[in-house]
């Protein structure tokens, strides 16, 4: 079956399986619209950036299912567990797998893209990527973690400026104004923080600040620049914590200095 095919047909079940839980209280049918939102946007930002790599039409349509399916399990994770923090609940894209195989999701697409997909959702929360990936679905794998963090981005942002007033994207992190020890050391040391030493929400939007270090693509860096994200979440951040304004000088000359990506 061809990959536009099997989008087609599952634009519609994703929509249903959301509204299939049953007698989902207020909490719940908020943070599933939240993500609903965010699986759309995803979409679009995937398309922006199939389209600026000269993707055809087939290719455009398997990142639109590695986006459409991202975060499946984030349904489930949320209706059980009441949280969007997977270490204290369950990795959500593992949980998306199951949901997958559960409902025999990929049953259209040939082996080779099933494994594809399967293999970008999981590895698209992760610290990073498999090193043992092909070539072909390591490529995916890094043009569905740069479109999700591109949405990211602007959710958390609109939550920090109040726009967005939802405390689950928070994902539990104190208010305290300080930064985790070990979460600074990681970064300083040019490493992505890992989720399980989030205890602060600065921890998050330090960490957000690096992700710009773990884009694959210069139309996504094209993007930040344009959207001023780093910016913007730094506004949110005291610069008079000790190391915070250094790192994120840092990130801003890497990020308006760098030009070497696909």
């Not at 369950?90 to 494994?115: F, K, P, Q």
Request: include cysteine; charge should be negative; glycine fraction near 4%.
């Amino acid at each position: 079956m061809k990959t536009d095919t099997v989008l087609a047909k599952l634009q519609p079940w994703f929509h249903h399986y959301i509204d299939s839980f049953p007698d989902p209280d207020a909490d719940v049918r908020r943070n599933f619209e939240l993500k609903r939102t965010h699986t759309a946007r995803v979409g679009e930002e995937i398309r922006f950036l199939a389209q600026r790599l000269r993707l055809d039409a087939a290719e455009t349509a398997l990142a639109e299912i590695c986006a459409l399916l991202h975060d499946i399990g984030r349904f489930e994770q949320y209706y059980r567990f009441r949280t969007f923090m997977d270490p204290v609940s369950t990795d959500h894209a593992a949980l998306g797998l199951e949901v997958i195989d559960r409902h025999d999701l990929l049953w259209g697409l040939n082996e080779a893209d099933r494994s594809l997909v399967r293999e970008a959702i999981a590895n698209h929360n992760r610290r990073d990527i498999d090193s043992g990936l092909e070539r072909r679905t390591r490529f995916f794998s890094r043009l569905i973690r740069d479109a999700d963090k591109l949405d990211i981005w602007k959710l958390v942002i609109a939550y920090y400026n109040e726009e967005v007033k939802n405390d689950a994207v928070r994902i539990g992190l104190s208010l305290d104004n300080t930064v985790t020890a070990k979460v600074f050391d990681d970064l300083m040391a040019g490493r992505i923080a890992g989720k399980e030493d989030f205890r602060t929400l600065n921890d998050f939007k330090l960490n957000q600040i690096a992700w710009v270090y773990d884009l694959n693509f210069n139309c996504s860096l094209e993007r930040v620049r344009e959207r001023r994200y780093l910016q913007d979440i730094f506004r949110h951040l005291d610069g008079g914590l000790p190391g915070v304004t250094g790192f994120y000088c840092r990130a801003l000359s890497f990020l308006y200095g760098n030009s070497t990506f696909a």
